[in-house]
């Protein structure tokens, strides 16, 4: 069966990983990637996209055993929701533990790189050396997530601003989003009371589908979550979400910490914590911001799994603009004033 020609379906991941081999080194993409808003949106494509299949046609040239741990990507054009990616891999370094690939991707021809990333490998190991922080998840948030399960929370909206909101509740349309499915939970509770700082957002999500025995597409799944409404929840948590001009990702990198006893996608087999489910375990995301200037934001975030554990992070450089012009006019800084002085107070300083 051919690839759907609109990337806002609900696709299995497997299917939407898939990548063309076009030789040893270079690959094309089948799937069409998410549009946010579709046809309301902007017809961009979601960055996730083609940050993971980047990190996915590196994973084709490394040997086996060698399992993604880091993946830093800077996007550089907007992506084409009509225009296949092509990804060409340079070997960097094959080493006994670690291996590097640097991936250039392209679309229509004559345009240049639009996105290029720096992918890490190496081979697992273990350590007597582990700490974190332990987080009850239901515990801590006991406020907003109750006695409820992943899947009794809504579907993240297409686009997470307060017009898309709006258009959601009086059509009950959203656009379907391929290759996972993700929930995103009622914070209002939680931050309302909050600085923008000290606010959260938890995202629930699990894979579309089963996925092979394959611990690099399991990862690349990661990959691709860790950017879900990752600036419009920035813009959110500061009130800006209805005035902000332009928004785009520029640096986003993805660090794995555990072993992949933690990152399977695989159907739980004991029910120790609501994220545990015999259909396929569900990850969190803790999301937040933690600093705003010169028209960017870094949007972080912290990947739990059902054990509590830890298991990756991410970061990213995004640009929030919230004017029109490079120089604020007196009518859009009152604007932002006005959002300020309603920010409750920071109880850590």
């Known amino acids: 069966m051919p690839p759907p020609q609109d990337g806002n379906v609900y696709l299995p991941f497997a299917d939407l ?9 270079t690959f094309q993409s089948t799937a069409m990637p998410f549009a946010p808003g579709g046809p309301v ?7 996730g996209h083609v940050y993971m299949q980047a990190a996915w046609a590196a994973c084709q040239t490394v040997a086996e055993g060698f399992l993604l741990h880091n993946v830093t990507g800077n996007f550089l054009l907007p992506g084409s929701v009509t225009t296949k990616f092509t ?7 094959d080493g006994r533990s670690y291996a590097t690939r640097i991936v250039n991707v392209t679309q229509a021809q004559g345009k240049g790189i639009c996105f290029t990333c720096t992918c890490s490998f190496k081979v697992p190991e273990t350590s007597p050396l582990d700490a974190q922080e332990k987080v009850d998840l239901w515990s801590k948030y006991e406020d907003v997530l109750g006695g409820n399960k992943p ?3 809504e579907e ?8 898309y909101w709006r258009r959601r509740r009086e059509t009950g349309l959203n656009d379907a989003f391929p290759g996972l499915t993700a929930r995103k939970v009622d914070m209002q509770r939680y931050n309302e009371s909050r600085h923008p700082l000290d606010r959260r957002q938890l995202i629930l999500y699990r894979t579309l589908g089963n996925l092979p025995n394959d611990p690099n597409m399991h990862l690349c799944a990661h990959l691709y979550a860790s950017d879900r409404n990752s600036l419009y929840i920035v813009a959110n948590h500061l009130d800006i979400g209805d005035v902000w001009t332009q928004m785009g990702s520029l ?8 072993g992949m006893d ?10 120790q914590s609501p994220l545990d489910d015999p259909d396929g375990r569900w990850y969190c995301k803790e999301d937040r911001t933690d600093r705003v200037a010169n028209g960017r934001a870094v949007f972080s975030s912290k990947v739990w799994s059902s054990s509590g554990t830890h298991v990756a992070s991410v970061s990213q450089d995004g640009m929030i603009r919230v004017t029109k012009k490079s120089t604020a006019s007196p ?19």
């Not at 993240?156 to 307060?162: A, Q, T, Y």
Request: hydrophobic residues 30%; glycine residues 6%; contains cysteine.
């Open 151 to 153: 899947s009794d929370f």
């Open 262 to 271: 933690e990152m399977w996608f695989r159907p739980a087999s004991e029910n």
């Open 87 to 93: 990804y060409r891999v340079y070997v960097i370094r």
């Open 41 to 47: 949106g902007q017809r961009r494509a979601y960055g």
């Open 251 to 258: 640096v986003h990198s993805v660090t794995f910490h555990s």
């Open 156 to 163: 993240c909206p297409g686009m997470d601003v307060p017009w």
């Open 17 to 25: 990983v898939r990548l063309e081999k076009v030789d040893d080194r």
């Open 331 to 349: 009518e859009e800084g009152q604007v932002l004033k006005e959002r300020e002085f309603r920010w409750p107070p920071r109880e850590k300083l």
